[in-house]
Structures are given as C-alpha cells and as structure tokens.
C-alpha cells in the first residue's frame, strides 16, 4: 500500500542488479507536463541493454526505474496544458531516456506533446506494446522513404517488434510487401499478409531476381543491422531505390548502394527525448497510427505470458532469452 504522495516503482540499483520494488514519491506535473495513471508498461530490447549498462546512447544513468513505452490514464496536467484532461486515455514513448523516470511505476510524468489518445479498439496492455517499435517503423518507412501505393516493398526481420509493424504499415499505404525471417516466422510473416522470403536459403541476388525481375526493391528497411544492412544495400532498386535502417550503427560499405544509384536513410528514434527536438512529432504519429489501428488495418503481436510489477524479472528473463512470441508487457 501507498498513500497519496508515493507510488510503487521498479528500480534498477545497478548494472545487472536485480528489478526491486520500492515505494518512491509520487512526480507532480510541471508547466507542459502530465501525470499519467500507468496501466501498462511495454518491454523493449533497449531496457535490456540500459540495465545491462550497455547503452550509453540513451543516456539513462542507473539507478534508474525502466520503462519507455506507457498506456495509461490522465491523472492531472501541469500549467499550459489544454490538449489533455483527466481520465483521458493515453499511449506514449515517453519515459525512461536521458534521465527520466520510466514507466515501471504506478505513475510518470511526461511532455504533452508525446501523448496521443490510446486507440478505442486496444487494450491498454495491447496499446502499451507499440509506440517505441511504431514511431521507428514509421519515421522510416513514411517519413524517410514516402512508402506508396505501387510500391514494393522488403522488410528485414518481418517477424520482429519493428518488423511485423512495419509490414502492417507498409501494407496499409498499399504497397506490396516482402519480409525476410527464418522458417519459425513464416507463419506470422504470411499472416501479416507479406510474402516470405527464408534468408537462410534464399541468396540477396535470387530474391531480387525472383521478386523484382532483378530490378531491386522500391524500398529496404532494415531492422537487424550487420550484414543484413549490407545484403540491403544490394537489394535496393536501381536509381528509385531507398535502403532504410534503425540499426545502422556499424561500419559500411556504401558502393554496392551507390553503384545502384540508390539512398540511404538512418533512424534513431530516442532523438525526440533526448534533446527535445520533434516531440510534437512523435505525438503526431501515434496519432495518424491510431487511425490505422481503429481501422483494423494495424494490431501489435503480443506474447501469451502475463507480467505484473511483481513479476516484472520473469518478463526481462524472457526478453534475454529471445524466446518471447510477441511484444512483453508489464500490467501495473
């Protein structure tokens, strides 16, 4: 139990010490701010690796409570704020980076501008699963390449958490989409409603034959990094082609991508929380995907196993392991 000033929380002491549940003051909003009821706190890779202190690119010193990704409640708003009231439904990337509380919490206070409205036809664990893999899918598939009807499109890793949105969104802009995964993902990958190509057994240069008569890929999103970014630098289309990575964090060879005439696109979605720049925009994304997601044309896949603050370490096991089927939410 918790009175009115404290909540509980999950902290992080120190580099791959275990999650302990404390009870900690409560935040109150400050001018710009919210303070959101939280219902639902997504798993991310990236929680993994700042507890594991290996992320120094999020800027999240331990210790540290974790927590990106939020669905949850308006519960007060701070001074300027008009756009949000309380009991509001809302969904947000928009703790735990650069300093900030997360949202392994019973509460978080976070910018307004990272709010959108929690999409109608979600639960708020369902919601509380996409807006880090969401944001990433979509700055670069629509803001970086302008994916379009027409449009064919591959996706690396279509069966994982940036993947398997990426190929929903691709797909609701009308494009044809193709996602690269192993056999265990051909399942999911078709159901998304992309065709699968088995990476293991099909070369770069037969699934650009096979596929695009040897023309490559109108657009190549990346969400694995290494040499897929490389075998991705190959399957782009001749002089239209666009090659997209979230994790092009290594060293590259750009010739195969310029003697296809081709361009390349980095995104890095911390930016926004990290320096405050285009935060407006984050909020404005979730918004325009909500309209996809009430339209049924974009659902998270989520993990059968259910975590509760309590049981938050069985989540992070999980996670480490590789062997979750769907995102991992914690209900709060």
């Not at 300027?80 to 509460?107: F, N």
């Not at 405050?276 to 993990?303: F, N």
């Not at 979750?324 to 914690?330: C, F, M, P, S």
Request: glycine content about 12%; some cysteine.
């Amino acid at each position: 139990m918790t009175d009115s000033l404290h909540m509980r929380a999950l902290i992080v002491d120190s580099a791959d010490a275990p999650l302990r549940l404390a009870s900690i003051e409560r935040p109150e909003p400050a001018a710009g701010q919210v303070l959101v009821r939280i219902a639902a706190s997504g798993v991310n890779p990236l929680d993994g690796k700042i507890r594991s202190g290996q992320a120094a690119h999020a800027r999240q010193p331990l210790p540290a409570v974790l927590g990106m990704d939020l669905a949850g409640t308006v519960e007060a708003v701070g001074e300027g704020v008009s756009s949000w009231k309380l009991g509001d439904e809302v969904y947000a990337m928009a703790t735990g980076i650069g300093g900030a509380q997360g949202s392994l919490a019973e509460y978080a206070v976070v910018d307004a501008r990272l709010l959108a409205g929690k999409p109608g036809n979600l639960s708020m664990r369902e919601a509380a699963a996409l807006p880090l893999i969401l944001i990433t899918a979509w700055e670069g598939l629509v803001d970086r390449a302008h994916v379009r009807a027409g449009q064919k499109v591959l996706i690396h890793g279509g069966a994982g958490g940036v993947g398997h949105v990426a190929v929903q969104i691709a797909r609701a802009f009308g494009a044809e989409v193709f996602a690269t995964g192993s056999k265990r993902h051909k399942e999911i990958i078709e159901g998304l409603g992309a065709v699968f190509i088995d990476h293991r057994e099909c070369s770069v240069e037969d699934y650009v034959a096979k596929y695009t008569d040897g023309e490559g890929f109108d657009i190549v999103y990346d969400t694995v990094g290494g040499e897929v970014l490389d075998a991705s630098f190959k399957a782009a289309r001749v002089y239209q082609g666009h090659v997209v990575s979230c994790l092009g964090w290594g060293q590259h060879s750009l010739a195969p991508l310029s003697f296809r005439g081709a361009t390349y696109s980095g995104v890095f979605t911390l930016l926004p929380l990290l320096t405050g720049h285009g935060r407006d925009h984050h909020g404005a994304i979730l918004r325009d995907a909500a309209r996809l997601i009430e339209a049924g044309s974009l659902k998270p896949i989520l993990d059968p196993h259910q975590f509760t603050l309590q049981t938050a370490e069985a989540a992070h096991a999980l996670l480490l392991s590789g062997a979750a089927q769907g995102r991992l939410v914690i209900e709060i």
